[in-house]
């Protein structure tokens, strides 16, 4: 049968191996962004946020990288382990709104053993 | 654990039926945004309330109502539903630190209706 939702991205890696995810976002004006991470039937969880003003940030086992010429944002995880299997989403704030958050539609993760 | 609750966890009900679904943010958090996650549309922004007062709305159907109590729990309240309305509803609750406004989701209310 004809399966119904969002195609999000997949991402395969093996246990042990570092893992990149990639995100475009759209409003060059953004002030900051947001990586979440979401497993199946939880709420997103917040991982790790990085200012307009760097180009890389690290956190445990986790390093943003921010290429605002192309207006690109990589999460990449070092050492994936099965936990790490999930949905992945960036965040952005929208213009002019304060602090309302466009997601995008994500990239799912999956860790081999 | 976020710090944010919902309940209940599963809801499961009739089309025309009418839902409440609560929710209370952070300790000291005065912000609480309500989202819809389906599978044809990823998570959508519904409406955000900041200190009992409603800030900013997205996508939200008129079908659809909220409020911020003093205590800053909120509820969002689904009436006349339709089986597409089917979705998991998420919370979250901000709070904003050296010019970043981190949004903490709670574990969401899954909604069937059938």
């Known amino acids: 049968g004809e399966s119904v939702g969002l195609h999000l991205p997949t991402l395969s890696v093996q246990e042990g191996d570092n893992s990149i995810i990639n995100c475009a976002y759209s409003n060059s004006a953004s002030d900051y962004f947001i990586w979440y991470k979401q497993e199946s039937g939880k709420g997103p969880q917040f991982i790790i946020d990085i200012r307009s003003n760097m180009d890389k940030r690290q956190g445990q086992r986790v390093t943003v990288l921010l290429n605002k010429t192309v207006k690109h944002l990589s999460l990449q995880i070092a050492a994936t382990q099965p936990g790490d299997s999930a949905v992945y989403f960036c965040a952005e704030p929208l213009p002019y709104t304060g602090n309302q958050f466009y997601f995008g539609t994500g990239t799912s993760l999956t860790v081999i053993p | 654990d976020s710090g944010v609750t919902q309940t209940p966890k599963h809801l499961i009900t009739a089309t025309g039926q009418r839902v409440t679904l609560r929710c209370s943010p952070r300790?000291?958090?005065?912000?609480v945004y309500w989202y819809q996650q389906s599978l044809d549309q990823g998570l959508q922004f519904l409406i955000q309330y900041y200190n009992g007062e409603e800030r900013a709305k997205g996508n939200i159907l008129e079908r659809f109502s909220a409020q911020q109590f003093p205590d800053l729990h909120s509820e969002l309240n689904l009436s006349s539903l339709e089986l597409g309305d089917s979705a998991l509803y998420f919370c979250?609750?901000?709070?904003?630190?050296?010019?970043?406004?981190?949004?903490?989701f709670g574990p969401g209310t899954r909604l069937t209706v059938l």
């Open positions: 300790s000291g958090d005065l912000s």
């Open positions: 979250a609750s901000s709070v904003s630190s050296g010019g970043v406004d981190t949004q903490y």
